[in-house]
């Protein structure tokens, strides 16, 4: 993963490049290799984390939806955070093991 400075060329840009992809963290341009996909069947662990993380992405829309919830996580914002990072991470801390 490479970051590059603010006078890139790649600068503002996003998505699939060659073999490459590029992205936007907090500022800065991030470019890395395009993802490889495994040929290997998911496992029981990787496939309850899936089943996991599904759970909590409809918890954070469900959130989002909610003007009233959407509100009062607004008021807890962290730095560099956005409601939804933050329903997740609720979702994750309310079920630590699942």
């Not at 959130?63 to 939804?84: C, F, I, S």
Request: hydrophobic letters at 35%; glycine letters at 6%; a positive charge.
């Amino acid at each position: 993963m490479k970051n590059t400075d603010s006078n890139s060329m790649f600068n503002g840009f996003h998505g699939k490049f060659g073999n490459m992809v590029i992205k936007q963290c907090n500022g800065k341009t991030i470019i890395s290799a395009l993802p490889c996909k495994s040929s290997n069947p998911p496992t029981q662990k990787q496939l309850m984390v899936q089943r996991r993380f599904t759970c909590a992405a409809r918890y954070a829309k469900t959130v989002m939806a909610d003007p009233e919830a959407h509100a009062a996580l607004a008021a807890r914002l962290q730095p560099g955070q956005t409601v939804y990072t933050l329903a997740m991470k609720d979702f994750y801390t309310a079920n630590p093991s699942g």
